[in-house]
């Protein structure tokens, strides 16, 4: 979303600590008391994201924001102006906004590698997908051992449509991928920093080549020019994986015989067992897993009265579609089918799902259990890792709300 002159620029509603700490889960108390103490004290909007929706945000750092569990509504497409940012490196200047179709692209690994600019690729072909972006830190709030880095609870992530064009229509103008490739590499445009080895910082990440076929090279985002929040002018979209590989600013995207070298491939977005040390033999941060959580009733919302509640949320699979969700009021002892509701914007996208109980006085423990097209189960417990990356527990992701 390009930054509009007419959108006010709202700070951040403080919340109640007390409320929020009322969740019942250790996992979920935790996690809320983090998100209280950043709203108790209200950073301002980074000036490249001022025009988003500051009610709706948490504000981490000045490349961290967090969508308020909240927010998110009961529609299917987040709202630009209430997506979470994370940025690994600072946003490049918004100069390279003023002339969008000059912006030039290195392809790699191809018959006929070359240069292209935005101008040409848009005569390449067109396609729109529907995505969910998530960060592969997304649930890290949960954890007890308290990884480093951004402590997100539900809020990096969102579901949102794409515009651009496929990445195998490129391949296709420039001859084919060459002989022996294995993996799609993309490599960012920020401006790395001075005196430091670049490939300790450079944003540069391979997946496997089979990805191709879905990804795309977007311009657009819900329906405008792709911001410079969220990687514009051009990004590499690559459906059903975790965000850091959906590359921002793309100035090269290269087919390659084995990962990147960059250290944020080597070592970084890895699964590290506990108590060891990232390494490249363990597996990357890659595709995402079937997941779900509730966005309402919330316990920071207050005590609900006694009656019918439309408990809510939102479920996906990653690379697959969702084929049912459950809901359980009781902690996970007893479980109900809940209904999706809203478009099916496809198998990448999120799906709203919804089920009317009926609540009584007392406390009551919210959890929701997605299923994929594959029979994928989302799990109870999260897989333990030094990053914190990949938690899709559904314990993990329960809230508890009190009724009187």
């Known amino acids: 979303m390009t930054p509009s002159t007419t959108l006010p620029r709202r700070h951040l509603l403080a919340a109640s600590a007390a409320a929020l700490s009322a969740a019942g889960l250790a996992s979920w108390t935790g996690a809320a008391q983090a998100q209280a103490a950043a709203a108790a004290a209200p950073k301002p909007l980074p000036g490249y994201a001022g025009w988003k929706a500051g009610n709706a945000l948490i504000v981490h750092s000045s490349s961290t924001l967090e969508t308020r569990r ?31 179709n000059a912006w030039v ?6 018959k006929n590698p070359r240069e292209i600019t935005l101008a040409e690729l848009k005569t390449l072909g067109l396609e ?26 539900v809020g990096a992530a969102g579901c949102v449509v794409w515009s651009g064009v496929p990445v195998r229509n490129v391949v296709a103008a420039l001859g084919g991928v060459a002989s022996g490739m294995a993996y799609v590499t ?29 990804a795309i090279l977007a311009w ?56 060891a040390k990232a390494s490249p033999d363990q597996p990357s941060v890659w595709e995402m897993t079937v997941k779900s959580w509730i966005n309402g009733p919330l316990p920071e919302q207050g005590p609900l009265k006694p009656g019918m509640v439309q408990v809510h949320g939102v479920a996906f699979g990653g690379t697959r579609g969702i084929k049912g969700v459950e809901v359980s009021v009781d902690g996970g002892k007893t479980w109900q089918a809940a ?3 809203g478009p099916d914007l496809g198998r990448f996208a999120w799906r709203q799902f919804v089920l009317p109980v ?19 189960v989302q799990p109870e417990q999260r897989e333990e890792n030094v990053g914190g990356y990949n938690n899709a527990s559904w314990a993990d992701h329960s809230v508890t709300v009190s009724v009187a």
């Open 358 to 376: 009926r609540l009584g006085a007392g406390t009551h423990v919210l959890a929701s259990r997605a299923t994929d097209t594959a029979g994928n």
């Open 105 to 110: 692209v290195r392809v790699e690994g191809v």
């Open 186 to 214: 993309g490599t960012g445009g920020e401006k790395l920093p001075e005196g430091v080895d670049p490939l300790t910082v450079l944003v540069e990440r391979s997946v496997p080549i089979k990805a191709m076929e879905d």
């Open 220 to 275: 657009e985002m819900n329906g405008e020019p792709l911001s410079l929040a969220h990687g514009g002018p051009l990004r590499l979209i690559v459906p059903g994986y975790q965000g850091v590989n959906n590359i921002k600013y793309i100035k090269r995207l290269a087919f390659t015989e084995a990962q990147s070298q960059a250290r944020i491939m080597q070592h970084g977005y890895r699964m590290t067992p506990p108590g």
């Open 128 to 153: 729109t997908v529907a995505t969910v972006l998530q960060c592969s830190g997304n649930g890290r709030g949960f954890f007890p051992t308290k990884p480093s880095g951004t402590p997100w609870t």
């Open 339 to 341: 209904q999706l509701i």
């Open 70 to 100: 909240g927010a998110f509504g009961t529609s299917v497409v987040t709202p630009s102006s209430q997506l979470y940012v994370r940025n690994n490196l600072p946003a490049p200047d918004a100069a390279i906004l003023d002339d969008r």
